[in-house]
């Protein structure tokens, strides 16, 4: 059955790293733009960043660009968001979802956009 794994998730100080791992299988997962979707506590779901599905292309939003970057291998079926200088915003559960269709910007929050959607992974941000 199709399952994406997040990992990599925990507590870190504001302006450490952390890299997110989002493992695949069940389908192909090389034919699938790929994402990290994001929820705060208390708040609704935020998109974070896209990957095209050979990865030549990538998108983040603006809270978190120049800081976050989207990554994949397809040899190893599994995506990536390494997070630097983080931030007490940052914190949220972050969910790793998969898609045929690209979506770039603010309206790729609805989980209804995808295919598939992980279980999600806590990052917790202290100041």
């Known amino acids: 059955q199709v399952q994406l794994v997040e990992s990599g998730g925990g507590l870190v100080q504001s302006g450490g790293s952390l890299r997110l791992s989002c493992a695949a299988s069940?389908?192909?997962?090389?034919?699938?733009?790929m994402f990290w979707v994001r929820q705060a506590p208390g708040k609704g779901l935020e998109w974070v960043a896209s990957?095209?599905?050979?990865?030549?292309?990538?998108s983040y939003a603006d809270s978190v660009k120049g800081r976050f970057t989207i990554s994949r291998s397809n040899a190893k079926n599994t995506l990536y968001l390494q997070m630097n200088n983080l931030k007490p915003d940052d914190t949220a559960v972050y969910y790793c979802a998969g898609s045929k269709n690209w979506c770039s910007g603010y309206v790729c929050y609805d989980r209804i956009l995808y295919d598939y959607w992980g279980q999600g992974t806590q990052v917790t941000v202290s100041s």
């Open positions: 069940g389908f192909t997962f090389s034919s699938y733009h």
């Open positions: 990957i095209s599905d050979l990865g030549g292309r990538t």
